[in-house]
């Protein structure tokens, strides 16, 4: 594995352009954008880096073979050609996935259990003994993805998807994923240079992502492992050099991050997932209901927040959309506010003209990422100083 090699980063729909310009700013080579991922090369540490550093990443797959397919023989044959035993040891467990657009195969079972046979009968051959397979938190995950007929084969880096921080312990009933917060923060500019409020925080995702990004703290350091870790050729000594260097970017932040919630258990959980972060320095949460706060500070402020859509949690969708309206025009000027929403018949009763809509998903729902600009005085008087 020395030198470079190509590597596959997978983020969600959308995000391709924010992770590309993440793996150009830490250093890759070659940064293309697909649909849902985007490739790029780099060496060992980097790879290391990509899963330490990457704040819209889900995966980093290493392809280790490409190959044409026309039946189940191919398959077995092509997988069963490499040396497996020189990429992980027969004591670990591991775990196929396999995504597909074929007319070859039409089932993902099959082709990960004929996988999983070949790589069993290598190991079978080669050392006489066969590693087990765990479908749930493997040692090791290797992912098939084919392509009408083009079947590629990688080692999936990262085991469980990068979303899992390792900091969120408690979560509330609608969650937002780690990398989905990370990404519309992104998108939206976020870039610590003024107070930040989430007045509906949660179990304060936001609030850590914010911070992260506000601090240039790597925003995996919490986790304790990689799939990585398990392959033959791990090295633990670069690896800890990585996250050192990646530490030493950090930088300090010179304004209040405030979360809000008017239930007491979110706020419970929000600061426990706060102090599991290391953040507790960077953010304050508060038992508020937004619906009756002013604005806590003085100057320009952020505020980013993901209000309930009526899906998972039941509210009064038109009243409730048209009091967070009512309240930024009355309570919060001087104010970029930022939310997201998959209900987007909700939005035409906040009574306010969007800035900007950026189109998301939040899991499998189809949502809006809007600003609303909540100016001191007037918009006349705005454009007119």
């Known amino acids: 594995m020395a030198g470079n ?25 070659h940064v293309q954008e697909g649909v849902r991922n985007v ?65 070859v195969f039409s089932n993902s079972m099959f082709v990960s259990l004929k996988a999983k046979d070949a790589i069993v ?5 080669v050392v006489r003994q066969r590693p087990d397979v765990r479908t749930q938190d493997p040692d090791v995950r290797i992912n098939i993805h084919i392509f009408k ?33 990370a990404g519309l923060l992104l998108h939206s500019g976020w870039d610590g240079n003024t107070d930040f409020l989430d007045p509906m925080c949660g179990s304060g995702t936001f609030l850590v992502e914010a911070a992260m990004i506000a601090c240039n703290i790597p925003p995996n350091i919490n986790r304790e492992s990689y799939a990585f870790m398990h392959w033959k050729d791990y090295d633990a000594e670069l690896h800890k050099k990585i996250v050192d260097a990646s530490l030493k970017k950090t930088r300090e932040f010179h304004h209040k991050i405030i979360g809000y919630d008017k239930a007491p258990s979110a706020v419970r959980k929000s600061q426990e997932n706060v102090e599991n972060a290391n953040l507790s320095a960077y953010i304050s949460i508060e038992r508020k209901d937004f619906f009756y706060t002013e604005k806590p500070v003085d100057g320009k402020l952020f505020m980013m927040f993901n209000p309930p859509y009526g899906e998972r949690l039941p509210i009064e969708v038109d009243e409730f959309y048209a009091k967070i309206g009512d309240t930024l025009k009355q309570a919060y000027p001087g104010t970029n506010a930022w939310m997201i929403t998959s ?11 969007p800035s900007k809509k950026i189109k998301a998903f939040n899991g499998k729902l189809e949502a809006r990422l809007v600003e609303y600009e909540m100016y001191e005085g007037s918009k006349k008087q705005k454009h007119q100083s």
């Open 5 to 29: 090699y190509k590597m596959m980063a997978k983020t969600l729909f959308g995000f391709e352009p924010l992770l590309a310009k993440e793996l150009r700013d830490l250093g890759a080579g």
């Open 39 to 103: 490739t790029f090369e780099g060496d060992l540490g980097f790879m290391y880096k990509a899963n330490l550093c990457l704040r819209t990443a889900l995966k980093v797959l290493k392809p280790i073979k490409t190959f044409k397919v026309a039946n189940e023989k191919d398959l077995y044959r092509n997988v069963y050609e490499l040396d497996w035993p020189e990429i992980f040891d027969q004591d670990k467990t591991f775990a196929i996935d396999t995504t597909m657009s074929s007319d």
């Open 121 to 125: 009968d290598k190991f079978r051959a």
């Open 149 to 181: 007929n083009t079947c590629t084969v990688s080692l999936d880096s990262s085991g469980s998807s990068l979303h899992q921080r390792g900091y969120r312990i408690l979560t509330n009933i609608a969650p937002i994923n780690e990398v989905l917060a």
């Open 343 to 353: 209900n987007l018949e909700a939005l035409k009763h906040v009574g306010l003209r």
